[in-house]
């Protein structure tokens, strides 16, 4: 079996895996490599088929606190309903919570390491949705490098502690504003898609009813003109008694 034909079957299954679903953590390729775990959080919009189901897996260490927040902009197709399904699953498989709605929160504390699936389900067979998300993990304490230092932070004096305790609660609270600032944002962007939505509705209704308003007046002129038609007299043509 020549090298060539030996790295298309290895990599063949690799790829079916990849289609099955999206990750968020991307595994190392070398065992001797540490695994690559992404980023603490993400915010972006998804396009979800009708009927379909869209996955997503998110690391988080023990002792972590997770966050998901997912709102439906806006509905296309024959279904204009903006309900979805949303369920967030332990890394053996396990349900956390669900939640089904327009809009909706999943926030919990993380009691095992390892990844977490995120799944939001589309059940409308007519119709797609476009869905904006955020989560994330983020950790209340100092955080997991900050424990393999604990020898070196010993060594520093009270002030560098304190500065250093000050900085670390001034980015957890800026990272609270910037969740609910992304919260925030796709409210806005749902409630442009209504407005949207509701100026080409009344637009569209506009222009018909005026089509039928002058249909209506051209057709009950053209009626009247009829009842006084009077037909030319002449000495062949009479009307009869």
């Not at 997770?66 to 509905?75: H, L, P, T």
């Not at 332990?90 to 349900?95: A, D, Q």
């Not at 709605?101 to 993380?110: K, L, P, V, W, Y």
Request: hydrophobic residues 40%; proline residues 4%.
């Amino acid at each position: 079996m020549s090298p060539s034909f030996f790295v298309v079957l290895v990599a063949l299954p690799n790829l079916v895996l990849l289609a099955r679903g999206q990750k968020t953590e991307p595994l190392g390729g070398l065992a001797d490599q540490p695994l690559f775990r992404g980023a603490d959080r993400y915010d972006f919009a998804i396009m979800i088929p009708p009927g379909g189901t869209e996955c997503f897996w998110q690391f988080s260490h023990q002792s972590g606190y997770f966050y998901f927040s997912y709102e439906v902009q806006r509905a296309m197709g024959i279904s204009h309903d903006r309900h979805i399904l949303a369920t967030a699953y332990t890394p053996k498989g396990f349900l956390i919570d669900k939640s089904q709605d327009i809009r909706g929160q999943i926030n919990f504390s993380t009691q095992e390491t390892g990844f977490y699936q995120l799944c939001l389900n589309n059940g409308h067979h007519f119709g797609s949705v476009q869905v904006y998300l955020n989560f994330g993990v983020f950790y209340e304490e100092a955080g997991m490098e900050n424990n393999q230092k604990n020898e070196e932070r010993q060594k520093l004096n009270d002030t560098l502690d304190a500065i250093e305790e000050s900085t670390r609660k001034v980015q957890m609270n800026i990272f609270h504003m910037w969740r609910y600032y992304n919260f925030a944002r796709m409210r806005k962007g749902s409630d442009f898609f209504l407005l949207q939505s509701n100026y080409n509705y009344v637009n569209w209704w506009s222009t018909a009813q005026s089509i039928v308003i002058v249909l209506s007046g051209i057709l009950q002129l053209y009626f009247l003109k009829r009842l006084f038609n009077a037909p030319q007299m002449s000495d062949t043509k009479k009307p009869r008694c």
